[in-house]
């Protein structure tokens, strides 16, 4: 079955930096999209960015400059290079898989960035 697990995630002050992984597993990463989502307290899930198959990457504007989406396909692994971290950017974070039929999501990683 499609399984995908976030990991890395914790309690930071502001400005500092973390990295966050998805392992992925159960359909063929290599030639999938995969997308980084985001989830604040009282808030609606926000689309964070992607990376497709052969690495183009797209991020929103709020995070732009200070994320980074990147792959590694011969590990089925996802990664999101936070940097200059912000009290707005605390969420659970959650990776992504939109597979045909049906999307895939992780349980998500819990960052908590102090003021």
């Known amino acids: 079955q499609v399984n995908l697990v976030e990991s890395g995630g914790g309690l930071i002050q502001t400005g500092g930096s973390l990295t966050l992984s998805c392992a992925a597993s159960?359909?063929?990463?290599?030639?999938?999209?995969m997308k980084w989502y985001r989830q604040a307290p009282g808030k609606e899930r926000e689309f964070v960015g992607f990376i497709r198959s052969f690495g183009e990457t797209f991020l929103i504007d709020s995070v732009k400059g200070r994320f980074t989406i990147s792959r590694d396909n011969k590990k089925n692994i996802v990664y999101l290079q936070m940097k200059t971290l912000r009290p707005e950017d605390t969420a659970v974070y959650y990776c992504?898989?939109?597979?045909?039929?049906?999307?895939?999501w992780g349980q998500g990683t819990q960052v908590t960035v102090s003021s």
């Open positions: 159960g359909f063929t990463f290599s030639r999938t999209t």
């Open positions: 992504n898989a939109p597979l045909p039929g049906a999307e895939s």
